[in-house]
Every structure is written in C-alpha cells, then in structure tokens.
Antibody, heavy 123, light 107 residues
Framework: QVQLVQSGAEVKKPGASVKVSCKAS????????INWVRQAPGQGLEWMGW????????NYAQKFQGRVTMTTDTSTSTAYMELRSLRSDDTAVYYC????????????????WGQGTLVTVSS | DIQMTQSPSSLSASVGDRVTITCRAS??????LNWYQKKPGKAPKLLIF???SLQGGVPSRFSGSGSGTDFTLTISSLQPEDFATYYC?????????FGQGTKLEIK
C-alpha cells in the first residue's frame, strides 16, 4: 500500500535550517510529484511547493522562494524539504503529499499524505 | 494568487443531518477544485477531486459540485466520524491555495 513516512519532530533556533524527509513506499517515486504543505498552529493549510519525482523540477510558492529547497533521492525513494533562515512563524506541522501525474481533465490533487512533521522554532 | 473563501467557517450539526459547505474562488478555476477532510493530529484526507470526482474509498455520502467560481461539498447524512475540518483547494494555478476551512462540530 502507498505510504509516505516523514522524519520526526524538530526544534530549531531562529536563523537555523531544518530538513524534513518523506520516504515513499508502495509506488514508484519517479512516477509522481511530491508537494509540501504546512499548517501553523490554529491556522489553515498552506502550499509551499512541488517537486517532480521524475526529473527533480521544482515549483516553489513565491513566499518561500530563496528559503526553501526541495529535492528527491530516487535511490532511496525519499523526498526532502529544507527550509532556511527559520523564524518563529515557521513553527508548523509540515506535510508531504503525493500528486498523481497531471491530467488536464482533473488537474492536480494530493491523494496520499505523510503523517506530518512538527517543526518548532524557538529561542 | 487566487483567493478561496469557504462558508460557513464553522457549523454545528447532528448525526443524520444533510450538510453543505460552499467554496468560492476569486476568479474562475474551471473545475480544478479539491476537497480535503482534516482531523486534529491527522494528515488531510482527499475526499473529492476535480470538483465532483469521489476519491476511491471515500463513502458515497460525500459529493461535490460546481464549476467556475462556486463550489459545494455535501454530506448527505452525517456520521460521527465526519466531524472534522474541511478545506477546499484550487489547482488551476500555483500557488495552490486552500480555503480557510470549515469546522464541522457536533450539535
């Protein structure tokens, strides 16, 4: 069965970086995209960006441009999201989510999600 | 960026009720609208994609409709496990934006 298993909770100081992993199983990473979505405490869902599992192409939300890097390691079927220059308002649960190949009839959607990784930014 | 606005923000209902949540886009998004269910401490779960397509394994009491700028999610007969927060999401253009959520609570 399809599973996305994320790395554990992190506590970081302001200005530091965090790298969250998302290990895929039950399907071929290279056939799907991976999106990253976060949810700050008491807030809604926020899309951060997408990476192609096929060729590593990325599309980042403007808000995170210059601070985020998404990568994949096809040898281990793992996707990564690194966020730099952390601030207190980056405290959130970060999710990876699988995106099936884009179909102009259905558009993009996220059919499987990781369990989430809590990143706490505090001095 | 395309703004997604859900209404209501919260809703109290009873088991067995029929419930409708609406989602409005700030510009036309054709039919590229998805619905997710979110429970505390759990990952979001895809319910509906492309406005009206039911994701596999999702009960048929969930349905979606709409196109352009106005969309609805309907739960035909609420079950205890349906009390959660629901989010719409547009996927016509990046950044993919979500509505603010509708919290469905037990009356």
């Amino acid at each position: 069965q399809v599973q996305l298993v994320q790395s554990g909770a992190e506590v970081k100081k302001p200005g530091a970086s965090v790298k969250v992993s998302c290990k895929a199983s039950g399907y071929t990473l290279t056939s799907y995209g991976i999106n990253w979505v976060r949810q700050a405490p008491g807030q809604g869902l926020e899309w951060m960006g997408w990476i192609s599992g096929y060729n590593g192409n990325t599309n980042y939300a403007q808000k995170f441009q210059g601070r985020v890097t998404m990568t994949t390691d096809t040898s281990t079927s793992t996707a990564y999201m690194e966020l730099r220059s952390l601030r207190s308002d980056d405290t959130a649960v970060y999710y990876c989510a699988r995106e099936p190949p884009n179909d102009f009839l259905t558009g993009s959607y996220f059919d499987y999600w990781g369990q989430g990784t809590l990143v706490t930014v505090s001095s | 960026d395309i703004q997604m606005t859900q209404s209501p923000s919260s809703l109290s209902a009873s088991v067995g009720d029929r419930v409708t949540i609406t989602c409005r886009a700030s510009q036309s998004i054709s039919g590229y609208l998805n619905w997710y269910q979110k429970k505390p401490g759990k990952a979001p779960k895809l319910l509906i994609f492309a406005a009206s397509s039911l994701q596999g394994g999702v009960p048929s009491r969930f349905s979606g409709s709409g196109s352009g700028t106005d969309f609805t999610l309907t739960i035909s007969s609420l079950q205890p496990e349906d009390f959660a927060t629901y989010y719409c999401q547009q996927s016509t253009s990046t950044p993919y934006t979500f509505g603010q959520g509708t919290k469905l609570e037990i009356k």
